[in-house]
């Protein structure tokens, strides 16, 4: 009987993190940088999405199936190089957000960034960045000087 329920326990307990991770809304990140995605990993999972990695550009049929709220490049040559993707994306509501140095910022502009996250990257100013696309996140960013973030 013990045993009968622990099993039962534990298969509703998979069932519902899973029906979680399936609402949980998605970023998808570009690239091949480990520190990066472990950074970008924990800052997404404190915002209330989840992070998916791709070491590499997807073609236009995986981003659909992945549904991103946004497309994350690691870097600049990640989003150079995926040029064709970020053309065929014009059609969906997907904001492209770029990883780079401040010199490089205006380079990803004029390769389809809506917005860049900036190096050093905090978690105040990748809130910023979310929060200026019209993601919803799970802190609220201030939207005037003065305000707390939680």
């Known amino acids: 009987m013990t045993m009968h329920l622990f099993v039962v326990h534990r298969h509703l307990f998979c069932e519902n993190r899973m029906n ?17 995605g472990y950074l970008l990993t924990r800052f997404a999972e404190q915002s209330g999405f989840r992070l998916v990695r791709q070491p590499y550009a997807p073609w236009i049929g995986e981003v659909r199936q992945t549904r991103p709220s946004a497309l994350i490049f690691a870097s600049l040559e990640q989003l150079q190089s995926a040029q064709s993707l970020v053309e065929d ?15 490089d910022e205006a380079r990803a502009r004029e390769c389809g960034a809506d917005a860049c996250l900036v190096h050093p990257l905090t978690f105040e100013s990748f809130l910023a960045v979310l929060a200026g696309n019209g993601l919803a996140t799970r802190y609220p960013y201030p939207s005037q000087k003065g305000e707390e973030t939680p």
């Open 89 to 103: 994306l014009s059609g969906l509501d997907v904001p492209i957000f770029a990883c780079v140095a401040l010199a």
């Open 20 to 36: 979680e991770m399936v609402k949980q809304p998605t970023l998808l990140m570009i690239g091949n940088d480990d520190r990066l």
